[in-house]
């Protein structure tokens, strides 16, 4: 008897000194993957991350430190801020590497943002990162501040990111990237609704990327909502290049050039592109395409349909085009007003105001639609703006109706979709503030800026023009009414 005693506290023993490596790291149905590709995520953080990071034999695995949702203190992703306290420094500090996770309730799978602030991320963590982002169905957003991110690893993290099904705000801070691939996160296809690519340097030929990303006159990104360029060296050609892709964009809302190195050149260039714009030879051709593309499809099927039936049942030629063509009439009536009808509902009420009136008499409810979208883009979620625009469907706005030919070219009205612009802490002198002022008065009623930030640039502020421009989103800015509204209410109360 002693003896089988004494080999049962071997065993006893063995046992429990395997179990402290396995307690909090793997459960035991993971246990047997044996490799990396094998593992399979549960969706528990702080499992998978260090379990991955053992299959990895990673030496110094990094610390997971998980939040509650009462104890959540994440900062705004993409948000319009008035940088100068939000500024970056640009020489990078590697702090004790910590995936921080806030879970959206208590239960561990919940885990709702992933941030890693001030640390190194090397190829090992980021192939951790990419295989357990999948498996992470509550993700919302993502954050990356100084972490030394490479162009490889954020061409990863961008196909990551089309597999995550909610995952919609990315901020990439603090990461320069030899060959400026951020905006391959705001490609056509891309999902995200709020992007910050602050303190990255940038730069003019960064610019020109993003600036094609958001709109050619052959693609559009659809989808972001909001976009913060702040502290990225972006100067004249920059900004004319961010104007060009926002001239067919008709997604986002927010944008931040706080703190950059624009000029006079550049903003007349954004200014423009708010109010009406003639078209491009290039966009002109487009257009063309368009409305023919509107046009022939169903009469090419048609016409094609009837000469293959005319050759297989010996039918004569002459029957089966006056058919065709009596079809075609009748599909080209019914394609018309098909046409008219989207023609209100697919494009924005604020892009088109002629559309909404003929339509949607909710001039006013466009207005205020866009007020509800600025003040949730202002909240830290950010979630009720991605369930409102989800569910629009944003027409081409060179198939716009409101489109006027005059001397020779075409007039497009200008972007009224975009609601705040930052350009505070730049380089704009008094000579282009006209140029904002006629396009504010051009948009009008029915969408346009509500938030116009210029402080901080080459002109004093008591400046006639720039005193007018205030007073006119004084109006608009529901921010600001809203701190006016509670003013009087204080007022009354006392």
């Not at 399979?40 to 509650?68: H, R, W, Y």
């Not at 940038?202 to 990327?209: K, S, V």
């Not at 991605?386 to 972007?415: H, K, M, T, W, Y």
């Amino acid at each position: 008897m002693s003896r089988k005693r004494q080999k049962e506290k071997p065993e006893k023993a063995n046992a429990e000194d395997e179990t402290p490596k396995n307690t909090g790291q793997t459960p035991p149905e993971l246990l047997a993957a044996q490799t990396f590709d094998e593992y399979q995520c549960s969706g528990n953080v702080e499992i998978d991350f260090p379990g991955l990071c053992a299959l990895l034999e990673m030496k110094d695995i990094p610390a997971v430190s998980t939040k509650q949702p009462a104890s959540s203190t994440t900062e705004p992703d993409g948000g319009d801020m008035e940088d100068g306290k939000s500024h970056i420094s640009a020489a990078p500090f590697w702090s004790k590497p910590c995936l921080q996770v806030e879970l959206e309730n208590e239960d561990p799978v919940s885990a709702k943002t992933l941030k890693i602030s001030g640390w190194r991320v090397d190829e090992q963590i980021a192939r951790v990162l990419q295989k357990m982002l999948v498996s992470l169905s509550k993700l919302q957003s993502t954050q990356f501040w100084q972490a030394g991110l490479t162009d490889r690893m954020v061409i990863s993290l961008t196909n990551t990111i089309s597999l995550c099904s909610n995952l919609k705000a990315v901020t990439l801070e603090g990461n320069p990237l030899p060959e400026q691939s951020y905006h391959l996160l705001l490609s056509e296809d891309s999902t995200l609704t709020h992007l910050s690519l602050r303190n990255n340097g940038i730069g003019d030929e960064g610019a020109r990327l993003i600036g094609l990303a958001l709109s050619t006159a052959r693609s559009a990104n659809r989808n972001l909502l909001s976009l913060n360029l702040a502290f990225n060296s972006i100067g004249d050609a920059g900004a004319t290049h961010i104007a060009q892709g926002l001239r067919l964009n008709r997604a986002l809302l927010c944008l931040s050039l706080c703190t950059n190195q624009i000029g006079d050149s550049g903003a007349a260039h954004l200014a423009e592109i708010l109010g009406e714009f003639a078209l491009t030879h290039e966009e002109v051709v487009e257009r063309r395409k368009l409305l023919l593309e509107k046009t022939q499809p169903s009469s090419l099927r048609v016409d094609s349909d009837h000469s293959l039936a005319g050759q297989l049942s010996s039918v004569p030629s002459n029957t089966s085009l006056s058919s065709s063509k009596g079809e075609n009439k009748g599909k080209k009536k019914e394609a018309s007003k098909k046409d008219e009808k989207p023609a209100a509902n697919k494009e924005n009420p604020k892009s088109n105001k002629k559309a909404s009136d003929m339509k949607v008499p909710q001039s006013k409810g466009g207005k205020l639609g866009s007020k509800e979208k600025l003040s949730a883009l202002e909240d830290k979620s950010g979630t009720a703006v991605n369930e409102q625009v989800e569910a629009v469907e944003i027409g081409n706005p060179l198939l716009d109706q409101s489109v006027q030919c005059r001397d020779g070219e075409l007039f497009l009205p200008g972007n009224k979709t975009l609601t705040s612009l930052n350009l505070a802490g730049n380089r704009i002198t008094e000579k282009s503030l006209p140029l904002f002022l006629t396009s504010l008065e051009m948009q009008g009623e029915g969408g346009g800026l509500l938030r116009l930030c210029l402080q901080r640039n080459r002109f004093p502020a008591d400046c006639e023009i720039y005193v007018k421009i205030k007073e006119r989103m004084t109006i608009t800015d529901p921010l600001k009414q809203n701190v006016s509204e509670q003013t009087e209410e204080e007022g009354q109360g006392t």
